[in-house]
């Protein structure tokens, strides 16, 4: 590309206003942050109020020049580091009273730009993602095959929440639940793949946001059998503790501080940050979750499962499963647990949540309870159903016995773990004489 292109002005109108489009008055640009995902490269500024702003792009070298209407650079604002297509950044002033801000690239991109009303702890952001030109999709990791040949890897998604300019709740400490949410993630992932017959895939990796929505359809492409978001819990009272293990309910919470976690948890894309241009599709997707009859029962079975097991670790916040209208929770097809791993504004809870060896334990619970669930109802095709097969042949074949020369009744009930009257009364003889060949039904324990 040559020279300028996509050459617009956008007029960003602050939210909640009716009747005239809103006038955008002088604002500062206080500060910039930048996050780098796989799949493209978000700046964030904080500004003062709306903005009235033009992109555009320019080539050899690639570059991309924001120019802000009737603004001024503040005296705190700085240059991030180069991060993700981001080489570098130059700001300055533009005429008498604009700002411009250069963006060096590492190579083109596909800019797209929103402005965000004032959200949690956040005033007005304005929001730069820019995706490379010659990017596709971040390729989905395909489903693990077991060497023997004799079953697929169950593939588990899990989900760090929060990330990126959307730190979740904070500690007393000061510790942000996406720092713990990926700690715990990342534990947990080593666990599983070292699990024979288990494959995890991470929805991020590192320190940046990505959609509610987003989250369960990465599940859903990487084929995940199971989808796990991890969190660590958050109440107006610092006196709350334990883990605990939740699933969707589209109807309602189980009780006011349910619906108060919900709530707060589904504010993360106000919080990190959305444009809201597809808010229909995304409405008509919310929908699914009224088709999800089995998914949610399979949902609620693992639920039970990892709850038993983090139970072992400590005592739970609840001993039941609890229920909310998560929207991270809403895929039509794929089984999905949200685990909350403590109380991170319970100081006590904060400092564990912060131990490796506290975290690599939250892990190996999570895992024992995952592990159950799979071998209680192993996915077709899948190492787990193989090993069930083999299971319960073997079971059968240890239900009889065959009467070889030399055998007596005594020594064969011995062998089994029994009495003599027992496995004379399971196959009704009238005496402790066998024949060689005799077939003898052997009870089970």
């Not at 580091?81 to 570098?88: C, E, I």
């Not at 976690?261 to 990190?272: F, I, K, S, T």
Request: hydrophobic share 40%; with cysteine; glycine share 8%.
């Amino acid at each position: 590309m040559s020279g300028t292109r996509n050459h617009r002005w956008l007029a960003a109108c602050l939210a909640g206003l009716s009747g005239a489009a809103a006038h955008a008055h002088a604002a500062d640009i206080k500060n910039l942050r930048v996050w780098a995902g796989p799949e493209y490269t978000r700046a964030v500024f904080d500004v003062s109020g709306p903005v009235d702003y033009k992109l555009f792009e320019l080539a050899k070298p690639d570059r991309i020049v924001l120019d802000l209407r009737d603004s001024r650079l503040a005296e705190e604002f700085s240059a991030p580091a180069a991060k993700g297509v981001l080489k570098g950044l130059r700001a300055g002033k533009q005429g008498k009273a604009d700002a411009r801000i250069v963006f060096d690239l590492a190579e083109g991109v596909h800019p797209k730009s929103f402005l965000l009303p004032p959200a949690d702890k956040f005033g007005y952001r304005l929001v730069l993602d820019l995706y490379p030109s010659t990017a596709k999709q971040a390729p989905v990791k395909s489903v693990a095959q077991v060497s023997s040949g004799k079953g697929r890897d169950v593939i588990v998604a899990i989900d760090a929440g929060h990330g990126g300019d959307d730190p979740g709740a904070t500690g007393a400490s000061g510790t942000h639940e996406k720092t713990i949410t990926l700690a715990v993630a990342r534990e947990l992932k080593k666990a599983i793949d070292k699990t024979p017959g288990m494959t995890a895939v991470l929805t991020r990796d590192a320190d940046y946001f990505i959609p509610l929505e987003q989250r369960y359809l990465k599940a859903r492409e990487a084929k995940a059998d199971l989808f796990v978001s991890i969190h660590a819990d958050a109440f107006t009272s610092s006196d709350a503790r334990g883990s605990s293990v939740w699933v969707l309910s589209p109807r309602g919470a189980t009780n006011e501080a349910a619906r108060w976690l919900a709530d707060r948890e589904n504010r993360a894309d106000l919080v990190g940050g959305i444009s809201l241009d597809d808010k229909d599709d995304m409405l008509a997707k919310v929908l699914l979750d009224l088709s999800q009859g089995a998914t949610m029962g399979a949902s609620n079975a693992v639920a039970e499962e990892v709850l038993a097991a983090l139970k072992k670790l400590g005592p739970t916040h609840r001993n039941y499963v609890e229920r909310a209208n998560f929207v991270v929770l809403r895929s039509p097809d794929v089984p999905s647990i949200l685990v909350e791993t403590a109380f991170i504004t319970n100081p006590t809870e904060e400092a564990r949540l912060t131990n490796p060896d506290h975290r690599e334990k939250l892990a190996g619970a999570i895992l024992d309870g995952v592990r159950d669930y799979f071998r209680a109802s192993p996915p077709p095709g899948s190492l787990f159903a193989a090993n069930s097969r083999r299971e319960r042949g073997d079971r059968a074949k240890a239900s009889r016995y065959v009467v070889g020369r030399g055998d007596t009744l005594s020594a064969i009930a011995a062998t089994h773990g029994l009495t003599t009257a027992e496995l004379r009364a399971a196959n009704n003889l009238a005496d402790e004489r066998v024949r060689i060949g005799a077939v003898l039904e052997i009870p089970s324990g």
